[in-house]
């Protein structure tokens, strides 16, 4: 598992492994990012479908409840199939304008 920390976010990359092997890393990582706005980068999952990111939605709800944002980064999945609970989006950059709009939700306390 790779983190690569960012001013106040943490992207997380994990290459050659499975998505459950994957998600028990990042939750065992999880105390040491839990900090940080969370981006979670699934570009190396050739394979991956809207069930599969469910498997996020424990931790995506727990990190938001602490107001902090958790974004998924895939093109496997699009926008409209994936979970309403999950933010999913196809690119960093697109991870990181969530993050910047969150945080200024949060300010304005929208």
């Known amino acids: 598992m790779i983190f690569e920390k960012q001013d106040n976010t943490t992207i997380v990359y994990q290459e050659d492994i499975s998505l459950g092997k994957f998600l028990e890393n990042l ?9 940080d ?33 958790f974004v998924v980064v895939t093109d496997k999945v699009t926008y409209d199939e994936a ?18 709009m969150e945080e200024i939700e949060r300010d304005l306390e929208l």
């Open 27 to 35: 939750e065992g990582a999880y105390p040491k990012i839990k900090s």
């Open 37 to 69: 706005h969370i981006i979670v980068n699934l570009f190396s999952f050739s394979k991956l479908t809207a069930n599969d990111l469910l498997e996020f939605l424990k931790l995506s709800n727990s990190h938001r409840k602490a107001k902090k944002s």
């Open 83 to 100: 979970p309403d609970e999950i933010c999913v989006v196809p690119t960093l950059q697109e991870a990181k304008d969530v993050i910047e």
